[in-house]
């Protein structure tokens, strides 16, 4: 049963003096399995638009990108949120990319300076501090993508497997402000509200590269995008205007849409 349960209306201009209203439902759980699963399978069920966000405490299957398991142990902030979708999209892979600049923002907004690691992660302090998993779900209610972040906020260097100690960090081990879970969870999501719904980021992604540029954790980097079939070397550039990483190779400039990044 969910611990904390309340609604929020979550008013987003749609150029004056139109408004879009809905109602957000926060639900605050201490265990999931997966919240974006869980998500999922509410979507699957709904003769409605869901506009849900859930979070645990924990996640005893937390899930990443490419099938990955995400390490969610007590001390984390890991949330879902649903977006419904009208399928006049023409960006959706941009939504992660979204997400990260709003988690980004929000997490500045306390304090906090981190930087997008291209395509779904946030690095502070040159570890990962955050993942993000989107995935589109279509139930009765329509379409929809679900956006689950997982934050490590509170959880100790010393408790972190030893496989992921020199790769992860969390707010605590690096003596950054604690945002309370609430108030963070709100402030990114309310962020993402605006930047899909009312500034249409999905179709118009290049007017958000230059945020996501002055945030980019690779650029300049020297890589190597590792695909199914293929693998690229190269040194990223920057983030292109459709949210591709730019690799610049010995043939020339390269626009990376999938992948994953070895650096
Ligand atoms: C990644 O690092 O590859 C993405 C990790 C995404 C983790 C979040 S935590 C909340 C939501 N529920 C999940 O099972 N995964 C996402």
Known sequence: MPSVFFSSL???????????????????????????????????????????????????????????????????VYFSAAFPLKGTEDNIPFLTLSAGLAAAEALEAFGIGVQI???????????????????????????????????????????????LKDTITSLAAENAPIPEKETLIKEIVSRLDTFIYAENALCAAAHYTGRINERAYLTDKRVKIVSENDSLTGTVTGIGPDGSLLLQTENGIREIRSGTVVI
């Open 10 to 76: 979550c008013r987003v201009p749609q150029g004056a003096p139109f408004y879009l209203v809905m109602e957000r439902t926060f639900i605050f759980e201490k265990t999931s399995v997966s919240t974006n699963t869980e998500l999922k399978d509410k979507i699957r069920r709904s003769q409605r638009p869901v506009w849900d966000v859930i979070s645990a405490d924990v996640q005893t299957g937390g899930r990443g990108r490419q099938g990955k398991s995400f390490y969610s142990p007590a001390g984390g």
């Open 117 to 163: 690691k291209w395509p779904n992660d946030l690095y502070f302090h040159g570890k990962k501090l955050c993942g993000i998993l989107t995935e589109l779900v279509s139930g009765p209610g329509g379409v929809a993508a679900v956006v689950g972040v997982g934050i490590n906020v509170n959880m100790k260097k010393e408790d972190f497997p030893p496989e």
